[in-house]
């Protein structure tokens, strides 16, 4: 529980800001005063955690620790060179009340064992010895409530040496952090290392298969210097810089990722069973030729995953501006622009200029006639350009798609060595899944404007509906022209690398040992950053048996 300690040993709660105990009639006021100061549904959810573990009701219940444990480390750091009575009890035990001064043993001593201690008035002879009395100084002591019943204080630690203990545990937590620190050095020179033989272009093989595979250091070798430059061109920061002919496009690019975003919520419309039919979306989801689709494609993310996969487009839109502001051939990386991808670029840049134009007399308002027309514009532009990095095929080799260009170039980490494979299958599936997607909404625009122009050529609805292509003969030309593995007589694509590339990632991940989820904190298990104590799991298991006994 992230506001209380569970201690096993003595069923009570103690507070993790204040290191005090707290009964669980207690916790809403606790809680409710300062420092905390929470909301109701907080305590609440405090309060539904505190009935599934098993707490004392009366604080007198609690067992008084043994003088020898070690200080209970819940609750705080133990006070030191307090007063242990040592009058005997009626049970041959000794007292055990402990004073953390002179003034508080001696008044204990007198009210309670009727001790005289022989004090007169005037002025002390010698400064008293302490130990001239029934008590015995300097001693560990701690408490579990800091006032009501059970606030006395108990002694700790007793025939310890805490200080040595204390100090050969920082001995000891030192070493630690010292090995650690020499193992984090050393990986990091082996890192290093590893970078340093991924830039070498005389190396044949790369220090991994995973790396070697994906060839990003062969496709980028003449910029092993220049990866900053590289990671600044998918940067998804705007800049204006005039002393940097990479970024003078920025306030274009601002509108190209707006009309994707707006593109792309289109596209999710038409990806429905009630726009397309359930045979299309079953097509869209093919991968490969010889086999049959087994799901239809879907688009149901969460909004946290929708919003990684769009960034990775916006990163390769952020790639595709900046690196085709690079004048010299030479200077950017060695991908190939086709004809068709060349005109969409040139269309989509002329129509986002216009927006951003646009958009600037409209001061930003994208709802009035001019600026939604001129984004309704590059929106399409923006679907053409998507679509014609998608429908490449490659002559030569896949490293000419310059979507396989941005992914070498995404695989660059800030530390600039490179991605692994658990860290980047995620982001060519962004791609596989936005570009399923943007054929389904291809799809339906096509065989719109197909209907569309037959109506206007003199056809009825009717009939221009009936001879236009269908959803799913378009579909199905995109898909098998280049949205699956190659087939015999097929074309190369980079989709065809990219879902190879993911295979490879996928079954290098099922096949690599992970680093765990789950650590132990005292008796609390830590799992991806909730805590739940063994009394926890032993409650949830409990209900769940309930459960079952009650199904049974």
């Not at 009340?97 to 009727?114: Q, S």
Request: aromatic share 8%.
């Amino acid at each position: 529980m992230e506001y209380f300690y569970y201690l096993n040993a003595h069923r009570v709660l103690v507070c993790r800001t204040c290191t005090t105990s707290v009964t669980k009639r207690r916790i809403r006021v606790h809680l409710q005063a300062a420092p905390h100061r929470l909301t109701k549904d907080e305590i609440d959810k405090a309060e539904r955690w505190a009935v599934t573990v098993d707490i004392i009701e009366n604080p007198d219940d609690i067992e008084t620790p043994s003088d020898d444990c070690r200080p209970i480390q819940e609750l705080g750091r133990p006070g030191e060179n307090g007063y242990r009575c040592t009058f005997g009890s009626e049970t041959g035990s000794s007292c055990p009340f402990v004073g953390t001064d002179l003034r508080r043993i001696r008044e204990h001593l007198k009210a309670i064992h009727r001790w005289d201690q022989g004090l007169r008035p005037g002025r002390r002879a010698a400064p008293a010895r302490v130990q001239d009395g029934p008590w015995k100084a300097g001693v560990y002591y701690q408490r579990f409530f800091t006032r009501g019943p059970r606030s006395e204080y108990f002694e700790v630690a007793a025939g310890r040496h805490l200080q040595r203990e204390n100090q050969l545990e920082l001995v000891q937590e030192e070493g630690v952090r010292e090995a650690a620190g020499r193992f984090v050095a050393k990986a990091a020179g082996i890192r290093k290392k590893e970078v340093e033989n991924v830039d070498n272009p005389d190396e044949f093989l790369a220090p991994n298969a995973w790396v070697n595979r994906l060839g990003a250091a062969r496709h980028l070798q003449a910029f092993g210097e220049k990866k900053g430059l590289l990671r600044s061109l998918i940067s998804l920061d705007y800049g204006d810089e005039s002393d940097d002919p990479t970024r003078c496009d920025d306030g274009a690019l601002r509108v190209i990722h707006i009309a994707f975003e707006r593109c792309k919520n289109k596209a999710k419309r038409c990806a429905r069973p009630e726009t397309v039919s359930w045979n299309a979306l079953f097509e869209a989801n093919r991968v490969e030729m010889s086999k049959e689709r087994s799901r239809p494609f879907h688009f149901h993310r969460k909004p946290a995953t929708e919003k990684r996969y769009t960034q990775v487009v916006f990163q390769l839109f952020s790639y595709i501006v900046r690196v085709m502001t690079i004048e010299a051939r030479e200077e950017r990386p060695p991908f190939r622009f086709t004809t068709r991808q060349q005109e969409a670029f040139d269309s989509m840049m002329q129509a986002a200029d216009k927006a951003e134009e646009e958009l600037a007399k409209a001061q930003g308002d994208t709802e009035g006639a001019a600026a939604k027309a001129a984004m309704d514009r590059l929106e399409e532009g923006v679907a053409s350009m998507f679509m014609s990095v998608l429908d490449h095929q490659t002559k030569g080799t896949e490293y000419d798609s310059i979507l396989v260009s941005f992914f070498m170039v995404l695989s660059i980490r800030a530390d600039y060595g490179w991605e692994d494979f658990s860290s980047f299958t995620p982001k060519l599936s962004a791609i596989t899944t936005m570009a399923r997607l943007f054929v389904v909404k291809s799809a339906v625009d096509q065989r719109t404007k197909a209907v569309a122009r037959r109506v206007q050529a003199g056809q009825s609805q009717e009939k221009a509906e009936d001879r236009a292509p269908s959803h799913f003969d378009l579909v199905a030309d995109m898909t098998r022209r280049f949205m699956v593995m190659a087939d015999k007589g097929s074309q190369t694509t980079p989709m065809q690398f990219i879902f190879r590339l993911r295979n490879f990632g996928m079954g290098a991940h099922n096949r690599t040992a992970a680093r765990g989820s789950v650590s132990w904190d005292k008796d609390e298990i830590v799992f991806k950053g909730s805590r739940l104590s063994v009394v926890d799991i032993q409650g949830m298991i409990g209900a769940t048996v309930a459960q079952a006994e009650e199904i049974l």
